[in-house]
């Protein structure tokens, strides 16, 4: 086949194509999907120089597969995909969100740099990964301001999320990378996608994904990945092949079919959770909203009273954790995925107990806001000291 040379694309146009360049000259239409764990090979000696060429560089094996722990065909079409959305030249993907971040650091350690700086919210998990140590790494929490200053001869990675998880905070992602000078940054980009910010462009070296959320959307795939130069991709498919955290490749089909709606997706629920957020800021039963300047389908807010009874008042909206579904989802990150975090770190980072975190999905706004308006209820200024309201089954909170 004569390949003209293509223009840049955009990122809708990517999000549908790439990773999927060689179908028409595969005969076919959809992705295959390839479930072997293994593959018959009867050169053992070509077989034995691609292992070997892995094992010395972490390349992607040339030629056939040869195990499904090193690679599969399916996955690597969506970490093409992925690593286009993102800008980057790689990208690697994993068991889940969490096995990608333990492998992140676990290339660092192995070098000797065990030393992490990271700025606080983090998703509940990874701060618990950091701060328990479990990997051996020792982990110094800053202000975004105090992470030059924290940078060690040993310090490994600088990890920071943005629009932070639950709390939304956003950090200039461009100055960060500044204050890491040698040393890289890793931005968890789960709440933004590529749709919204790529920080690759603004100087991140290492770009995260818990792929679970968005990048799926429908709320039925756990994944992680990390889009990156080839030089730490390498590393981090040796680290996979060695610990095992593989995705599985109906869930790298999955991924790939997810991203061809990722920029119409993130883009209509972030519409909704605009208006959403706005409605919210104006109800006096609301004491705070958190709403991402840069946009974004994920709203926060505080209320006057009761979090646990906006959660048990709601009935479109599915009270569960986790998020960027096409369905809307909230909860109660003190209780459920903050839980994990001391409750004074949590407090000292802005995880209020009042704080709810609300997935927005692509249901019509109106019938959003009429399940919320009831779930709020009785909260607020007007009913603070009325415990008869509380307790009673006929508030609109306790449907
Ligand atoms: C969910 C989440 C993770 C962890 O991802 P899993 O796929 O659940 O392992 C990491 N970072 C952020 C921001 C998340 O929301």
Redesign the pocket.
């Known amino acids: 086949m004569t390949t003209a040379p293509v223009p840049p694309r955009s990122l809708a146009t990517e999000a549908v194509h790439a990773g999927r360049e060689d179908l028409a000259e595969l005969g076919l239409h959809a992705p295959p999907l390839d479930l072997s764990t293994t593959y018959p090979s009867y050169d053992s000696r070509a077989e034995a120089a691609r292992i070997d060429a892995f094992a010395t560089t972490g390349a992607q094996p040339d030629g056939p597969p040869v195990y499904a722990r090193l690679d599969n065909p399916t996955t690597a079409r969506f970490e093409t995909a992925l690593a286009r959305l993102e800008g980057t030249e790689s990208a690697v993907a994993f068991a889940?969100?969490?096995a990608a971040l333990t492998a992140c650091l676990m290339v660092r350690i192995s070098m000797g740099l065990r030393h992490v700086v990271a700025v606080r919210p983090l998703?509940g998990?990874?701060d618990h990964l950091l701060t328990a140590g479990l990997l051996g790494s020792e982990v110094t929490w800053v202000d975004p301001a105090g992470v030059a200053e924290a940078i060690r001869p040993d310090t490994g990675l600088v990890i920071v999320?943005s629009p932070a998880?639950p709390t939304l905070a956003e950090l200039d992602l461009r100055a960060i990378a500044h204050s890491c000078g040698e040393v890289p940054l890793l931005a968890?980009n789960?709440?933004a996608t590529p749709v919204l910010q790529r920080p690759a462009e603004l100087g991140a070296r290492i770009v995260l994904h818990?792929a679970?959320?968005y990048l799926g959307g429908h709320g039925d795939v756990?994944?992680?990945v990390v889009a990156c130069d080839e030089e730490f991709a390498r590393k981090l498919r040796q680290v996979r092949f060695a610990t095992g955290g593989v995705l599985h490749p109906l869930a790298g089909y999955l991924l790939l079919r997810g991203l061809s709606t990722l920029p119409v997706r993130v883009r209509a629920a972030s519409a909704t959770a605009a208006e959403l957020a706005r409605r919210l800021e104006a109800d006096p039963r609301v004491a705070r909203v958190h709403y991402p300047r840069l946009g974004g389908a994920m709203v926060a807010f505080e209320v006057q009273d009761d979090p646990h009874a906006v959660i048990a008042g709601v009935r479109l909206i599915t009270p569960a954790v986790s998020?960027g579904s096409v369905d809307s989802l909230i909860q109660h990150p003190a209780s459920i995925s903050h839980r994990i975090v001391d409750e004074g770190d949590r407090h000292a980072s802005g995880v209020s107990d009042r704080l709810l975190r609300m997935s927005v999905g692509l249901e019509d706004v109106e019938d959003l806001w009429n399940d919320l308006d009831a779930a709020l209820g009785a909260q607020g200024p007007a009913l603070a000291g009325s415990d008869v309201m509380g307790g009673s089954a006929q508030g609109p909170g306790v449907r």
Do not use: A, H, I, V
């Open positions: 889940s969100g969490m998703y998990c990874s999320e998880n968890d789960t709440f818990s679970t959320k756990l994944g992680g998020l």
